[in-house]
């Protein structure tokens, strides 16, 4: 059974400088130095996480600006760092001259996937609010992670419309008999060098809205 949404919390920012990221790509790169903002006081188990969303804006200039919700995962039974943690981030990133909903899920490495925003989301100054969702689905095959963009409109998002983004089938793969804890983060991160930076130096993402929905662990 659930316990109560965690009580929504107050708007936030996050700056970010040049040079920071959360990606890892072979051979070589393994990248975790981007700000990040706690939504919860300290990791849960694994098993008790049900769902995390938040609602971001921020001035996307230049290519791979992003912000969003970050899931880290780590391991009770070894010492992890979150250099060699598995994570899940997804929001906004900006890429090819647009701002996009993008996810990117690591086990070894990343892998990233991106989907546009409609033109209304992007017009103008490009700092539209949106709302994105990570909640845990079960099915007759399994349980998995499943990323959501929750539609803008306050009666659309009431009625729980929303824009299926991503299916992490591994992310609960190993929580049987836990050993497995997740934090939840508020991330933002401007990996272009600062002389390819468009605009301000460091990147301000502004988050408000969040919600976290946890159950008790027999």
């Not at 970050?70 to 979150?82: C, E, G, R």
Request: glycine letters at 6%.
């Amino acid at each position: 059974m659930s316990t109560p949404e965690t009580e929504k919390k107050k708007s936030f920012t996050i700056s970010a400088p040049p040079e920071t990221d959360v990606w890892r790509k072979p051979p070589s790169t393994n990248v975790f130095n981007a700000p990040t903002h706690p939504l919860i006081p300290s990791p849960i188990p694994l098993q008790s996480f049900q769902r995390a969303r938040l609602t971001f804006s921020g001035p996307w200039t230049t290519r791979y600006d992003q912000g969003g919700l970050l899931l880290i995962l780590t391991t009770t039974k070894a010492t992890t760092t979150d250099s060699d943690a598995y994570w899940l981030k997804t929001g906004i990133e900006f890429y090819m001259s647009v701002p996009n909903l993008s996810t990117v899920a690591t086990r070894e490495w990343s892998d990233w996937s991106v989907f546009p925003l409609s033109e209304r989301e992007v017009e103008g100054d490009g700092k539209g609010k949106v709302t994105v969702e990570a909640r845990r689905e079960s099915d007759e095959l399994g349980t998995s992670l499943w990323v959501y963009q929750i539609l803008p409109t306050a009666a659309a998002a009431a009625a729980g419309q929303r824009v299926p983004l991503r299916e992490v089938t591994w992310f609960f793969a190993d929580e049987e008999g836990g050993g497995w804890n997740l934090d939840i983060r508020a991330m933002a991160a401007r990996p272009a060098k600062e002389g390819d930076v468009v605009g301000k130096k460091e990147l301000v993402v502004e988050f408000e809205d969040v919600q976290i929905e946890v159950a008790e662990v027999v």
